[in-house]
């Protein structure tokens, strides 16, 4: 255990709390004794002595039982010098000193001939005392059932207030036993862990300085870093960079989200960042990572606030008054990480709070081919595996969703019984990720007809994106997965940001290729072809209305004109325009086609024989290598 987990202050507070809450409880159980004690002692000073004799041992006269014929033989001799009644209870002495009990027999509803109706005149005639009594006349046994009994219903009524006091007690103390599970680690996590993120771990090196050794820093003046904003999509790394900052450091690491602040508990959430400073400072080096830090919220205007909105406005001030108390040699710093930085309080970044932004960003093709590398090194995969291919086809994933992938296919692989992940089943899942599920139902339902439809429809797409250099084809797949049928997989050359000319109407003839593959085989064609359809349109459109390719509309571009100044026959001749464009796309792919039928079709019995073709043999059929050929690399 570091020194972080031990916090003097917060278990005393939390022993104090829980004593409170005995003490409480044992107060009420006194107060309810002392009560009953002293209703019982006031009903006895109003009894007379004879019944006082009686109900003070009472035992000694239920000790000697005699039937009620004794009894009433007693009382007809003048035998009795006192009688107590309880009920049908009944205690009498005789002139002899001796001391008996008997039960009276009730002789039925209405019944006039009762000794006890009769004891009142009894007493007078044969000169006895008469006291009606109170006692328990009960065995000791009877008795130390019904005390404990008692005790049952005592601890019954108190229970609500029991629980009423833990659970306050609970809660107040929860923020502190929470903060037991967030020890402060120390990660073994370094910079090269990260790949990627160049600009961020740039950053976060000169905050790591200041943190090795910040004597040097504050002896000539420098301030030292208070806090660090990582901005970014999710699973880019941010925590990943927080851990490797303390790992560099040595330093501690504690971590939180932004929601662990807010608690239905008025004070506790300033409590629980007071706690979480108190903890960094005595564990420093130390960096406090709040993960979602926007959830933490943004303050409201102090006259509007009401209740939860009062809290939250006095947790994100606590959270600046902390962060400004921060000494040049405390070495500790916040880092927060958002992917919603419009959502932050103001005040949170100004100078000397999180004054350092920085932006984590999807990675690059060579940063994805690292990151794969990197995760399948960590699971059993086939040699020679075209990782640069995949990382290609992986655009637009984040690291954590590469992790996940590679995870994936090493789950696929031990489902099949493989004992290594090949490419194929990396291929799946990537699918997977990109089509949103697994290999869908539709499959069964698929006719023949279908298949080869879909598959001369997807060999049309490969086949015109790889003619006119639309990109890398790397991969054909006919298998549905999630709501596609089948899929093309058609990477840039490279993922520089701007788009040429030519490469966007290679892309239209691209897209338009699957419907015209399909008018070529079959001669006609399907609904399969509506989202290649409205992807085409929506480039058409942008073409000539917004990236000035067009004649209609020049160099103007539509989302900079008003739209009240765009009538009828403008939309109208920039219509025609996009869709002249898509006519011409049309044209040049089916010119591609034509030429190249036999590789279509080459292609499409391909896929009908393999559902997936991907790697040299794709590469092979798409530049019209001749059957034998093909062979070789099968
Ligand atoms: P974020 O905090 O941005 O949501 P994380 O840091 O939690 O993302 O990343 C989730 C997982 O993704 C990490 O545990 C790690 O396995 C992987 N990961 C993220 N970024 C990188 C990276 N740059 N290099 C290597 N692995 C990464």
């Given at each position: 255990m570091d020194s972080a987990s031990k916090q003097p202050g917060t278990d005393v507070r939390i022993k104090l709390m829980k004593a409170a809450a005995v003490l409480m409880v044992c107060l009420s159980l006194l107060g309810l004794v002392l009560l009953q004690e002293r209703a019982s002692s006031e009903a006895q000073a109003r009894k007379n002595p004879t019944a006082q004799a009686f109900e003070k041992a009472p035992e000694t006269w239920l000790a000697n039982p005699k039937e009620a014929s004794e009894f009433e033989r007693a009382v007809s001799a003048k035998e009795v010098t006192a009688v107590a009644v309880d009920g049908i209870h009944v205690l009498y002495t005789t002139r002899q000193g001796g001391h008996f009990s008997t039960r009276l027999i009730?002789?039925?509803?209405?019944?006039?001939?009762?000794?006890a109706s009769h004891l009142g005149s009894l007493s007078v005639t044969n000169g006895f005392a008469l006291t009606s009594i109170d006692i328990d006349a009960r065995t000791a046994s009877q008795k130390a059932t019904q005390a404990l009994d008692k005790v049952a219903g005592v601890l019954a009524s108190l229970l609500p207030i029991g629980l009423i006091i833990g659970a306050f007690v609970y809660f107040q103390t929860r923020g502190s036993m929470g903060n037991r599970t967030k020890l402060a680690e120390k990660p073994?996590?370094?910079?090269?862990?990260?790949?990627?993120a160049e600009e961020a771990k740039k950053a976060l090196r000169r905050v790591a300085a200041f943190m090795k050794d910040p004597e040097q820093y504050a002896a000539v003046g420098a301030r030292a870093p208070r806090g660090v904003l990582l901005e970014g999509p999710?699973?880019?790394g941010k925590t990943l960079l927080a851990k490797a900052l303390a790992g560099e450091c040595r330093a501690s690491f504690i971590s939180v989200d932004g929601?662990?602040?807010?608690?239905?508990?008025?004070?506790a959430g300033i409590s629980k960042v007071k706690e979480l400073f108190t903890r960094a400072r005595a564990a420093a080096p130390c960096i406090i990572f709040i993960d979602e830090?926007?959830?933490?919220g943004k303050r409201s205007s102090g006259k509007d606030a009401h209740g939860g909105e009062q809290e939250q406005n006095r947790i994100i001030n606590r959270l600046l008054v902390e962060m400004d108390g921060?000494?040049?040699?405390?070495?500790v710093v916040v880092i927060g990480a958002t992917?919603?930085?419009?959502?932050?309080?103001?005040?949170?970044?100004?100078p000397g709070r999180f004054d350092l932004s920085v932006r984590t960003a999807l990675p690059t093709a060579p940063e994805r081919e690292a990151l794969f590398s990197l995760y399948l090194g960590n699971v059993k995969a086939d040699k020679g595996i075209d990782v640069a291919s995949i990382a290609r086809t992986?655009?637009?994933?984040?690291p954590a969703d590469i992790a996940n992938c590679v995870n994936r296919a090493a789950a696929y692989a031990a489902e099949a019984g493989e004992s290594s992940v090949s490419q194929e089943r990396v291929y799946q899942s990537l699918e997977t990720h990109q089509l949103g599920?697994?290999?869908?139902?539709t499959k069964s339902i698929i006719t023949p007809e279908t298949l080869r439809r879909i598959a001369f429809h997807e060999s049309g797409h490969a086949l015109v994106a790889h003619v006119l250099n639309?990109?890398?084809?790397?991969r054909v797949s006919i298998e549905p997965r999630g709501p596609a049928l089948g899929v093309t997989y058609v990477a840039r050359h490279n993922e520089e940001p701007l788009h040429g000319e030519q490469e966007l109407l290679s892309r239209l003839a691209m897209m338009l290729a699957g419907r015209e593959a399909e008018l070529i085989a079959f001669g006609n064609a399907s609904s399969g072809a509506a989202d290649d359809l409205k992807r085409a349109s929506e480039l058409a459109t942008s073409m000539i209305?917004?990236?000035?390719?067009?004649?209609?509309?020049g160099l103007l571009s539509m989302a900079g004109?008003?739209?009240?100044?765009?009538g009828p026959d403008v939309q109208k001749s920039l219509l025609d325009e996009a869709r002249q464009l898509l006519e011409n796309a049309q044209v040049e792919c089916r010119r591609v086609l034509e030429e190249k039928r036999d590789r279509l079709t080459s292609l499409a019995e391909l896929l009908l024989g393999q559902e997936t073709v991907s790697g040299v043999r794709l590469k092979r059929v798409l530049s019209g290598a001749g059957d034998e050929e093909l062979a070789l690399v099968a």
């Open positions: 009730d002789c039925g509803l209405g019944c006039k001939n009762d000794l073994d996590t370094q910079f090269k862990d990260v790949i990627g999710p699973g880019t929601s662990y602040f807010s608690s239905m508990f008025y004070g830090i926007d959830g933490i921060f000494s040049a040699l405390e070495n992917n919603h930085i419009e959502n932050l309080d103001e005040a949170m970044c100004r992986a655009m637009g994933m984040s599920g697994e290999v869908s139902a639309a990109g890398i084809v790397e209305g917004s990236y000035g390719f067009g004649k209609t509309f004109v008003p739209r009240e100044l765009i």
